[in-house]
Protein backbone atom coordinates (compact mmCIF):
# COMPACT_ATOMS: atom_id res chain seq x y z
CA UNK A 1 0.00 0.00 0.00
CA UNK A 2 3.40 2.38 0.64
CA UNK A 3 3.29 2.65 -3.70
CA UNK A 4 -0.58 4.49 -3.49
CA UNK A 5 0.31 7.49 -1.72
CA UNK A 6 2.62 7.97 -4.62
CA UNK A 7 0.90 9.45 -8.51
CA UNK A 8 3.43 7.73 -10.52
CA UNK A 9 2.74 9.31 -14.17
CA UNK A 10 3.86 7.32 -17.42
CA UNK A 11 3.99 8.84 -20.50
CA UNK A 12 1.85 6.35 -23.78
CA UNK A 13 0.58 6.32 -26.57
CA UNK A 14 -2.59 4.47 -28.22
CA UNK A 15 -1.29 1.00 -29.84
CA UNK A 16 2.40 -0.09 -30.72
CA UNK A 17 3.18 1.23 -34.35
CA UNK A 18 4.59 4.65 -35.74
CA UNK A 19 2.73 6.37 -38.39
CA UNK A 20 4.54 5.63 -41.75
CA UNK A 21 7.08 8.43 -42.81
CA UNK A 22 8.49 11.70 -40.68
CA UNK A 23 6.92 11.70 -37.31
CA UNK A 24 5.33 13.59 -35.91
CA UNK A 25 3.41 14.89 -39.26
CA UNK A 26 1.41 17.13 -37.52
CA UNK A 27 0.63 18.21 -34.04
CA UNK A 28 0.56 15.86 -31.65
CA UNK A 29 -2.38 15.30 -28.68
CA UNK A 30 -1.39 14.96 -24.87
CA UNK A 31 -4.45 13.95 -23.29
CA UNK A 32 -4.76 14.44 -19.76
CA UNK A 33 -7.74 13.08 -17.30
CA UNK A 34 -8.10 15.91 -14.90
CA UNK A 35 -9.39 19.42 -15.34
CA UNK A 36 -6.95 22.35 -15.85
CA UNK A 37 -5.26 23.65 -12.84
CA UNK A 38 -4.57 20.24 -10.93
CA UNK A 39 -0.70 18.61 -10.75
CA UNK A 40 -1.27 15.95 -14.09
CA UNK A 41 -2.76 18.72 -16.12
CA UNK A 42 0.46 21.39 -15.25
CA UNK A 43 3.00 18.45 -15.90
CA UNK A 44 1.79 18.12 -18.53
CA UNK A 45 1.88 21.70 -19.74
CA UNK A 46 5.35 21.77 -18.88
CA UNK A 47 6.18 18.44 -20.93
CA UNK A 48 4.22 19.66 -23.69
CA UNK A 49 6.86 22.47 -24.11
CA UNK A 50 9.72 20.77 -24.06
CA UNK A 51 8.81 17.39 -25.89
CA UNK A 52 7.24 19.84 -28.58
CA UNK A 53 10.85 21.63 -28.45
CA UNK A 54 12.32 18.76 -29.21
CA UNK A 55 9.87 16.90 -31.81
CA UNK A 56 9.47 20.20 -33.87
CA UNK A 57 6.05 19.73 -33.94
CA UNK A 58 3.33 21.50 -31.37
CA UNK A 59 1.79 19.46 -28.19
CA UNK A 60 -1.66 20.06 -27.70
CA UNK A 61 -2.55 19.95 -23.95
CA UNK A 62 -6.31 18.29 -23.95
CA UNK A 63 -8.57 17.79 -20.73
CA UNK A 64 -10.96 15.26 -20.87
CA UNK A 65 -11.72 15.05 -16.36
CA UNK A 66 -13.89 12.17 -14.77
CA UNK A 67 -13.76 9.17 -13.72
CA UNK A 68 -10.17 9.56 -12.02
CA UNK A 69 -9.05 9.79 -15.32
CA UNK A 70 -10.77 6.39 -17.04
CA UNK A 71 -12.47 8.57 -19.45
CA UNK A 72 -9.01 10.12 -20.72
CA UNK A 73 -7.77 6.69 -21.06
CA UNK A 74 -10.42 5.17 -22.73
CA UNK A 75 -10.22 7.99 -25.15
CA UNK A 76 -6.57 7.43 -25.72
CA UNK A 77 -6.99 3.51 -26.01
CA UNK A 78 -9.16 4.30 -29.44
CA UNK A 79 -7.31 6.44 -30.78
CA UNK A 80 -5.49 5.87 -34.21
CA UNK A 81 -2.29 3.81 -33.16
CA UNK A 82 -0.35 6.89 -34.66
CA UNK A 83 1.80 8.02 -32.33
CA UNK A 84 -0.04 11.58 -32.68
CA UNK A 85 -2.23 11.08 -29.59
CA UNK A 86 -0.43 10.36 -26.03
CA UNK A 87 -1.61 10.14 -22.46
CA UNK A 88 -0.31 11.18 -19.75
CA UNK A 89 -1.69 8.54 -17.27
CA UNK A 90 -1.98 7.99 -13.82
CA UNK A 91 -1.91 5.09 -10.93
CA UNK A 92 -5.68 5.61 -10.76
CA UNK A 93 -6.48 4.66 -14.45
CA UNK A 94 -3.80 2.34 -15.29
CA UNK A 95 -3.07 0.25 -12.21
CA UNK A 96 -5.84 0.42 -10.02
CA UNK A 97 -9.13 0.76 -11.94
CA UNK A 98 -8.34 -3.04 -13.56
CA UNK A 99 -9.07 -4.30 -10.24
CA UNK A 100 -11.96 -2.09 -9.12
CA UNK A 101 -13.95 -0.93 -12.58
CA UNK A 102 -16.28 -4.21 -13.59
CA UNK A 103 -16.47 -4.28 -17.21
CA UNK A 104 -13.55 -1.55 -18.05
CA UNK A 105 -13.89 -0.55 -21.64
CA UNK A 106 -9.45 -0.46 -21.88
CA UNK A 107 -6.94 -2.89 -20.86
CA UNK A 108 -3.76 -0.84 -19.54
CA UNK A 109 -1.19 -3.91 -20.95
CA UNK A 110 -3.07 -4.60 -24.46
CA UNK A 111 -4.35 -0.96 -25.44
CA UNK A 112 -1.05 1.16 -24.20
CA UNK A 113 2.70 0.98 -25.18
CA UNK A 114 4.54 2.65 -21.97
CA UNK A 115 7.59 5.46 -23.25
CA UNK A 116 8.63 6.88 -19.76
CA UNK A 117 8.07 7.43 -16.13
CA UNK A 118 7.10 11.34 -16.00
CA UNK A 119 7.09 12.33 -12.57
CA UNK A 120 6.58 10.53 -8.79
CA UNK A 121 4.31 13.00 -6.71
CA UNK A 122 3.86 12.72 -3.12
CA UNK A 123 1.12 13.20 -1.34
CA UNK A 124 0.58 15.56 1.96
CA UNK A 125 -2.21 16.31 4.04
CA UNK A 126 -3.47 19.73 3.70
CA UNK A 127 -6.37 21.34 5.74
CA UNK A 128 -8.42 24.72 5.79
CA UNK A 129 -6.45 27.72 8.17
CA UNK A 130 -9.70 27.25 10.25
CA UNK A 131 -10.26 23.68 10.81
CA UNK A 132 -8.85 23.35 14.39
CA UNK A 133 -6.08 21.04 13.72
CA UNK A 134 -2.10 21.83 13.54
CA UNK A 135 -0.71 18.56 13.54
CA UNK A 136 -1.91 14.91 12.11
CA UNK A 137 -2.43 13.84 15.91
CA UNK A 138 -5.38 16.77 16.50
CA UNK A 139 -6.84 15.84 13.08
CA UNK A 140 -6.85 12.67 14.49
CA UNK A 141 -8.17 13.78 17.84
CA UNK A 142 -10.62 15.84 16.06
CA UNK A 143 -12.19 12.97 13.38
CA UNK A 144 -12.67 10.39 16.10
CA UNK A 145 -14.56 13.35 18.32
CA UNK A 146 -16.38 13.85 14.84
CA UNK A 147 -16.97 10.67 13.07
CA UNK A 148 -18.72 11.09 9.61
CA UNK A 149 -18.07 14.82 9.43
CA UNK A 150 -14.94 15.74 8.36
CA UNK A 151 -14.89 15.55 4.46
CA UNK A 152 -11.56 14.65 2.54
CA UNK A 153 -11.28 15.73 -1.47
CA UNK A 154 -9.18 13.58 -4.09
CA UNK A 155 -8.71 13.77 -7.98
CA UNK A 156 -10.85 10.83 -8.34
CA UNK A 157 -11.97 7.47 -7.24
CA UNK A 158 -9.38 4.79 -7.29
CA UNK A 159 -6.70 7.22 -7.61
CA UNK A 160 -3.49 8.11 -5.32
CA UNK A 161 -5.03 11.12 -3.14
CA UNK A 162 -8.02 8.37 -2.81
CA UNK A 163 -6.14 5.61 -1.96
CA UNK A 164 -4.16 7.65 0.64
CA UNK A 165 -7.13 9.07 2.11
CA UNK A 166 -8.69 5.52 3.02
CA UNK A 167 -4.91 4.35 4.19
CA UNK A 168 -5.16 7.14 7.01
CA UNK A 169 -8.67 6.28 8.02
CA UNK A 170 -7.66 2.48 8.62
CA UNK A 171 -4.36 3.08 10.20
CA UNK A 172 -5.72 5.95 12.19
CA UNK A 173 -9.21 4.17 12.96
CA UNK A 174 -11.16 7.24 12.02
CA UNK A 175 -14.11 7.67 9.77
CA UNK A 176 -13.82 11.04 7.34
CA UNK A 177 -15.28 11.14 3.77
CA UNK A 178 -14.09 10.96 1.00
CA UNK A 179 -15.19 13.34 -2.27
CA UNK A 180 -14.15 13.29 -5.81
CA UNK A 181 -13.26 16.27 -8.04
CA UNK A 182 -12.23 16.38 -10.96
CA UNK A 183 -8.81 17.87 -10.68
CA UNK A 184 -6.55 18.52 -8.12
CA UNK A 185 -7.52 22.59 -8.70
CA UNK A 186 -10.94 22.02 -7.53
CA UNK A 187 -9.89 19.82 -5.01
CA UNK A 188 -7.77 22.38 -3.47
CA UNK A 189 -10.04 25.26 -3.84
CA UNK A 190 -12.46 23.50 -2.38
CA UNK A 191 -10.08 23.26 0.81
CA UNK A 192 -9.67 26.78 0.51
CA UNK A 193 -13.21 27.52 0.67
CA UNK A 194 -13.33 25.23 3.87
CA UNK A 195 -15.41 22.37 2.29
CA UNK A 196 -13.35 19.56 2.49
CA UNK A 197 -9.40 18.44 3.55
CA UNK A 198 -8.29 17.16 0.54
CA UNK A 199 -5.48 14.78 0.84
CA UNK A 200 -3.27 16.27 -1.76
CA UNK A 201 -0.48 16.31 -4.05
CA UNK A 202 2.74 18.57 -4.45
CA UNK A 203 2.34 20.69 -7.86
CA UNK A 204 5.80 20.76 -9.33
CA UNK A 205 8.21 23.59 -8.14
CA UNK A 206 5.26 26.34 -8.32
CA UNK A 207 3.01 25.08 -5.59
CA UNK A 208 -0.53 26.47 -5.11
CA UNK A 209 -0.63 24.51 -1.97
CA UNK A 210 2.35 26.52 -0.72
CA UNK A 211 1.25 29.74 -1.88
CA UNK A 212 -2.27 29.42 0.07
CA UNK A 213 0.03 27.83 2.57
CA UNK A 214 2.35 31.15 3.19
CA UNK A 215 -1.14 33.12 2.97
CA UNK A 216 -2.21 31.92 5.86
CA UNK A 217 -5.63 30.02 3.82
CA UNK A 218 -4.13 26.38 4.60
CA UNK A 219 -1.54 24.38 7.15
CA UNK A 220 0.00 21.26 6.20
CA UNK A 221 -0.11 18.98 9.09
CA UNK A 222 1.70 15.94 7.74
CA UNK A 223 3.23 14.78 4.54
CA UNK A 224 4.28 11.12 3.08
CA UNK A 225 7.04 9.40 4.94
CA UNK A 226 8.63 8.64 1.53
CA UNK A 227 8.31 12.72 0.18
CA UNK A 228 10.72 15.23 -0.30
CA UNK A 229 9.52 18.20 -0.67
CA UNK A 230 11.70 21.46 -1.65
CA UNK A 231 9.06 23.95 -2.32
CA UNK A 232 7.05 23.48 0.91
CA UNK A 233 7.57 24.56 4.11
CA UNK A 234 9.00 20.98 6.77
CA UNK A 235 6.12 19.20 7.78
CA UNK A 236 6.17 16.17 10.01
CA UNK A 237 6.00 12.47 7.69
CA UNK A 238 2.87 10.42 8.84
CA UNK A 239 5.34 7.64 9.82
CA UNK A 240 6.84 9.89 12.64
CA UNK A 241 3.66 10.91 13.34
CA UNK A 242 2.76 6.90 14.07
CA UNK A 243 0.03 6.16 11.57
CA UNK A 244 2.30 4.60 8.63
CA UNK A 245 2.04 0.94 8.74
Known amino acids: MNKAVFTALALTWAGGAFAQGTYPSRPVTMVVGFAPGGGTDTVARILAKTVGEALG ?15 ATDHVAKAAPD ?14 APHLV ?3 PYDPLRDFAPITMAVVFANVVV ?20 PGTITYGS ?8 LAGELLKDAAKIDIVHVPYKGGGRRCRACWADKSTPISRRRPRSSGISRRGESGRSRRP ?12 PSPSRATRGTRR
Do not use: M, W, Y
Open 57 to 71: QQIVVENKAGAGGNI
Open 83 to 96: GHTLLLGNVGSLTV
Open 102 to 104: ANL
Open 127 to 146: VPASLPAQTLPEFVKLAREK
Open 155 to 162: SGIGGAGH
Open 222 to 233: ARDARSCCRTCP
